[in-house]
């Protein structure tokens, strides 16, 4: 496993921005494809992004299309959201996850290391 830590988190007005950054540690962080995921009170954790190993493939939920992006920097371990044109209804507790294999999923079952979360506030 590799560990990962979230930071980025915090509250904004609908329409403004945030950007999520992930540190890894540990094992090797460059054969991984990463993603973000979501979960909102109540709610199961959702599929937000992925992106492979080399960073040429990503994939979004719909519902941030357009509005998200993900990237990730192998020489410095990082991966990032950068979340623009934020709604309420991205409110929740974001999750960084890594994989095994270099290719996105969105099935969080996929994924084998998780950081600890970093909460985001959208008031509308």
């Known amino acids: 496993q590799v560990q990962l830590v979230e930071s980025g988190g915090g509250s904004v007005q609908a329409g403004g921005s945030l950007r999520l950054s992930c540190a890894a540690s540990?094992?090797?962080?460059?054969?991984?494809?990463m993603g973000w995921f979501r979960q909102a009170p109540g709610k199961e954790r959702e599929f937000v992004a992925g992106?492979?190993?080399?960073?040429?493939?990503?994939d979004y939920a719909d519902s941030v299309k357009g509005r998200f992006t993900i990237s990730r920097d192998n020489a410095k371990s990082t991966a990032s959201l950068q979340m623009n044109s934020l709604k309420p209804e991205d409110t929740g507790v974001y999750y960084c996850?890594?994989?095994?294999?270099?290719?996105?999923?969105?099935?969080?079952?996929?994924?084998?290391?998780w950081g600890q979360g970093t909460q985001v506030t959208v008031s509308s």
């Open positions: 996850a890594a994989r095994l294999l270099a290719i996105t999923s969105s099935k969080s079952s996929d994924y084998d290391s």
């Open positions: 540990g094992r090797t962080f460059s054969r991984r494809a």
């Open positions: 992106i492979s190993w080399t960073g040429g493939s990503t």
